[in-house]
Nanobody
Framework: QVHLVESGGGLVQAGGSLRLSCAAS????????MGWFRQAPGNEREFVAVINWDGGITYYADSVKGRFTISRVNAKNTVYLQMNNLKPEDTAVYFC??????????????????WGQGTQVTVSS
């Protein structure tokens, strides 16, 4: 059974940094795109960042571009999200996701088949 487990969330002041991790188990995702999405209270889940299978291509939401960096270590079956200069509007539950299909790149969350349980990020002003 496939599991994606996020960690690294927490409470941080505005301007601070956090690093989220997502460790996958049950199958390897070294040939699959992986991404991060987030959902704030009262809002729909939205795209944050995605990385292709070898880490050579990344896409970001405009709201996080220049502040967040997505990366992966395929040998560890793990994807990361480095978040710098955090803002109160970044407060949300952050979810990791993996695409079932190999060598595909998308930002559409409906395409991602596997999801983690989420980790809370709270940014105080």
């Amino acid at each position: 059974q496939v599991h994606l487990v996020e960690s690294g969330g927490g409470l941080v002041q505005a301007g601070g940094s956090l690093r989220l991790s997502c460790a996958a188990s049950g199958r390897t995702f070294s040939n699959n795109a992986m991404g991060w999405f987030r959902q704030a209270p009262g809002n729909e889940r939205e795209f944050v960042a995605v990385i292709n299978w070898d880490g050579g291509i990344t896409y970001y939401a405009d709201s996080v571009k220049g502040r967040f960096t997505i990366s992966r270590v395929n040998a560890k079956n793990t994807v990361y999200l480095q978040m710098n200069n955090l803002k109160p509007e970044d407060t949300a539950v952050y979810f990791c996701a993996a695409d079932r299909e190999s060598r595909r790149m998308t930002t559409r969350q409906t395409v991602f088949s596997y999801w983690g349980q989420g980790t809370q990020v709270t940014v105080s002003s």
